[in-house]
């Protein structure tokens, strides 16, 4: 029977049979076809045994000697059984899509409610008009340089567009201020990715997000915050970000100077390669630099993605 294609609705078979074992059979045939209702009959009343068969699969168990209609009752019992088992399973695929769709759509309405504080955060603040999508493209290519690839390339590329979502939180005179900040004012500066965290923590499409947005303003050496992490405890994403959004901070103008020559930019990343920044990411952004740098004070286009060189555009995992 074995070698038989099948299929069939019901397999019937007794427990003691020449070669192979009817619960040995069922466990078999069960594997092949797991939509057949199997029934083990036997002279053996004993529970135990009852119990074996159920556990190889049986739809049922009957003893012998039996009549016609007990079978017949059996058999429409386990078919029963058989069925509501595959609406239960076509139950749970539809469940499952249908969960999946809400959960895409839910996700797309918070993305739309976060690009949404990002414009705001624009609004109120010139620098960072184009400053998450440049942070963003130099990230994207200093990872591609270390061979970033699949989910870990995608996460750093979200985290980066909203690095400094926090700063929603900073009074537009403390983010426009053009001279030197108070104690206060810098304090809520300090405080704008700790911001960020708590307003994408209840979204679970971002939690993977939290810690390279938490801490992209830690330093390699210790003393950057919110946390003060020193070297690899540092996530990777947010070591690559520090140098992206260094350089980026120090080609624009701001309220408060002008933007540096990127010559000079580049200078500074170097000489602080080792303290503020990983010594092992520094020479990846060096060596691709020269290929995406973008003035400060201009700001991308919509589709800014497509002036990524092709060699550091995101490559499936």
Not at 45 to 55: C, I, R
Request: aromatic share 6%.
């Amino acid at each position: 029977m074995l070698e038989s294609n099948g299929p069939y609705n019901v397999l019937l078979t007794d427990i003691r049979m020449p070669v192979m074992d009817g619960i040995t059979l069922l466990g078999e045939w069960g594997k092949r076809s797991p939509a057949t209702a199997g029934i083990v009959m036997s002279a053996n009343a004993e529970l135990d045994t009852a119990v074996h068969a159920l556990k190889m699969g049986a739809c049922d168990y009957i003893t012998k000697p039996f009549n016609f209609d007990v079978l017949l009752i059996t058999i429409e019992n386990a078919l029963r059984k058989k069925d509501l088992e595959r609406q239960l399973d076509d139950y749970r695929a539809n469940l499952e899509e249908k969960v999946k769709e809400q959960t895409d759509v839910i996700n797309s309405m918070y993305v739309r409610s976060i690009d949404a504080m990002i414009k705001a955060l624009e609004a109120k603040d010139f620098y960072t008009r184009g400053h998450s999508q440049r942070v963003t493209l130099y990230s994207m290519a200093i990872a591609a340089e270390l061979g970033m690839k699949g989910q870990e390339l995608e996460d750093l590329h979200r985290a980066s567009v909203l690095h400094d979502l926090g700063k929603i939180g900073v009074r537009e005179a403390v983010l426009n201020k053009p001279g030197r900040l108070t104690e206060e004012e810098f304090g809520e500066i300090v405080r704008h990715p700790e911001t960020a965290v708590r307003i994408l923590e209840p979204i679970p499409f971002f939690r993977p997000l939290l810690p390279a947005i938490l801490h992209h303003h830690e330093r390699f050496d210790g003393k950057g915050y919110p946390s003060r992490l020193a070297g690899r405890s540092i996530p990777l994403a947010s070591r690559i970000m520090a140098i992206a959004d260094t350089f980026d901070a120090m080609t624009s103008t701001r309220a408060y100077r002008k933007a540096l020559p990127v010559a000079d930019a580049i200078a500074e990343i170097r000489r602080c390669s080792g303290t503020q920044f990983d010594p092992d990411i520094v020479p990846a952004f060096l060596a691709c630099q020269s290929k995406i740098v973008i003035p400060g004070d201009v700001t991308l286009p919509e589709g800014f993605e497509e002036a990524i060189p092709a060699e550091y555009r995101p490559q499936p995992g």
